[in-house]
Structures are given as structure tokens and as C-alpha cells.
């Protein structure tokens, strides 16, 4: 399921005849692509219905990395090449699922460590792994750790001070005689399209959504090459936002990550995600080159929505598929 790594010399050629080589490409890793309460769903494992839930069904026959249903928190790795060939991994949320991640998909992929951290909100699945934040911290060349930054809204900041007050301390917390003390940088953005920030080189525009009536979460635009938008959790799109990431707007998109929380039906005033039909309504409307869908719940089954949306994608004219946890797409940043 991932593209195939890039060719370098020709088989029977030489480095002297072969033709220049690529620049080094940056990535995107999506260490999960479901919803809070991640797939299976328990629940449907020691309650099962009749019949039982074919997608959290799967969990008990299929080894995570051989079943795109099986889906963690919603969070995504952004493996950026610079220039000079180095590369700096930043980590977009830290939910309750980020230990299982790192020892699934860090490991997989042969990331090292983590340079930044961007959190979306303050809910559960995009922080409660905080708390193993100092699991992925950078060596500093000898025996300690670098500072980390972390990107976060001030009212995302007052929850962690409440949540996690020995990680803004920088002590571990009581009574864990293993666990370093975490060295991090609290880096405070706004929510505001008009105030871009820089992390490890790469700069991020913020893109304010609705997450229910009365609650702002954040997604981001990024990318000096090729254009990304991500976009985790949407009830509601704020006017200015969309036209920052629309064709019609600023420009388009080469790729929108969006999420899709339920298959069928329409929100309501007391939604907090988008359904399909709304996500789909709204790639319509932004108009990129290309979307991948998550933070889908256990309706979605892997195989049959992407071959339904495959359809929609030929009648639409814009690519659009599921993604899956542990999937690398290559882009060039």
C-alpha cells in the first residue's frame, strides 16, 4: 500500500552515467486515521451483536498491519526533507492511542525521534500521550534530550496545565522512577489564518474550524511545494478558512486530508464531526488535487467505501480515498 521507494542507479549503470537523481523526498505518515475511541471498538468485541460488527470483527482475525480497519487515534507525521538531505519529523496531536503508535509505525518506518509537536485541541485523543512524550525526544549528542517544542492555543494550554502540571514542571511525574522528566518548549500560536508560525523549517498556517457549536479546533495548512491542508476534526468550516485552502480562493490544495466521522446521514446543530456526504460536499466545494479521508468510526469498512468512492472520484473528477494507519505518502514540501 505504500509507493514504491525512488529508483536510484540503473541496474548495470554507474553513478557517473546515470541521470541526475532525485532531491530527497519529505513524507507524510498517518500513525492513525480513526476516531476518539479507536477500532475495533471494544465494545463491539465483548457485546457482540448479531450479527457482529463485521469492521471491529476483523481485530480478532487480522493483525492490525494487515487490516486497514484497524484504525488509532487521528494523527499524522510529517517526515520534512530540507534542503541539505536532513530530515525533521513533526507530529501533529498525541492522543491516547501514541504508545501503540510508536512501537507500530515509528518502528516501521525507522523514525528516530520527534523535532515538534502541533496539537489541533485539547481533547483526549489529541493529548492524552503527552505523558510519553519524553519516549520520543531527541538526543542532544550525549546523554540527555533536547527541548522539544510544542505548538498549542492558550485555551489548549490551560487544559494541559490542569491535565499535566509535571510537564509543564519538566519533572516526571510522581512516583514513576523510570520516566525522564520531559524537556519541552511551550510555543503558544493563535487561531488565526493571518498568523503563520515555523516548525523545525517548515512554516504552518492555522486554520480555525468549528468542532461543535462554540468549541474552535485547528487544522493547518503547510507545504512550500505542494500545498497540504489537514484537517482532523470539523463540524462547521469558517468562511476565511475555506478560502484559504479553496481553488476559488487562495489556491488549490495538492492534497486535503479531511475527516469523514460517519457514513451516513447529515449533521445537526449538535454535530462535532462531518458525516461522508458533508466531507464529500466540502472536497466538492475546495476543489483539490487530491483527498484522503480520516477519523472514521467502525461503519467504514476499508475495501467497500473506496471502491464506492473510487467511483465518486471518476464522476467528481478529484481523487478521494480512505486512508490507513501506517500509510507514507510521498510529497515533496
Not at 491516547?96 to 489541533?120: A, M, N, Y
Not at 514542571?169 to 508560525?197: C, L, S
Amino acid at each position: 500500500m505504500e509507493p514504491a521507494d525512488p529508483a536510484t542507479v540503473p541496474a548495470g549503470g554507474n553513478a557517473a552515467s546515470a541521470s541526475p537523481q532525485p532531491r530527497p523526498s519529505s513524507s507524510l505518515i498517518f500513525l492513525g486515521t480513526g476516531c476518539s475511541g479507536a477500532l475495533p471498538d471494544t465494545r463491539c468485541l465483548i457485546r457482540q451483536s448479531t450479527p457482529p460488527c463485521t469492521v471491529c470483527s476483523m481485530g480478532l482475525s487480522l493483525p492490525p498491519d494487515q487490516n486497514p480497519n484497524y484504525r488509532l487515534n487521528t494523527s499524522l507525521l510529517i517526515d520534512y526533507c530540507h534542503d541539505d538531505g536532513t530530515h525533521k519529523y513533526i507530529l501533529i496531536d498525541i492522543g491516547k492511542t501514541f504508545r501503540e503508535q510508536v512501537l507500530r509505525w515509528f518502528v516501521h518506518h525507522k523514525v528516530p525521534s520527534v523535532d515538534s509537536i502541533i496539537l489541533t485541541h485539547e481533547h483526549a485523543d489529541a493529548v492524552l500521550g503527552l505523558d510519553e512524550v519524553w519516549v520520543v525526544q531527541p538526543s542532544n549528542g550525549g546523554n540527555g534530550i533536547k527541548h522539544i517544542p510544542i505548538f498549542l492555543t492558550e485555551f489548549t494550554m490551560d487544559s494541559v496545565v490542569r491535565r499535566f502540571p509535571y510537564l509543564v514542571q519538566q519533572r516526571p511525574e510522581d512516583g514513576d522512577q523510570d520516566a525522564q522528566a520531559a524537556k519541552i518548549d511551550w510555543k503558544i500560536i493563535e487561531e488565526d489564518v493571518d498568523k503563520p508560525f515555523v516548525a523545525s523549517g517548515l512554516e504552518f498556517v492555522p486554520l480555525p474550524v468549528m468542532h461543535g457549536e462554540g468549541y474552535i479546533c485547528l487544522g493547518f495548512l503547510f507545504g512550500r511545494r505542494a500545498r497540504v491542508a489537514y484537517l482532523s476534526d470539523v463540524s462547521r468550516f469558517l468562511p476565511k478558512t475555506e478560502h484559504a485552502i479553496s481553488k476559488s480562493g487562495a489556491g488549490q490544495l495538492d492534497l486535503l486530508i479531511l475527516e469523514a466521522n460517519a457514513l451516513h446521514g447529515v449533521g445537526d446543530s449538535f454535530s462535532t464531526h462531518l458525516t461522508l456526504s458533508e466531507s464529500l460536499d466540502a472536497i466538492k466545494r475546495i476543489c483539490p488535487k487530491r483527498a484522503l479521508l480520516i477519523g472514521m468510526r467502525h461503519f467504514f469498512e476499508h475495501q467497500r467505501e473506496n471502491h464506492m468512492l473510487a467511483e465518486w472520484s471518476i464522476r467528481e473528477g478529484i481523487p478521494v480515498q480512505l486512508a490507513h494507519d501506517g500509510q507514507r505518502v510521498c510529497i515533496d514540501l
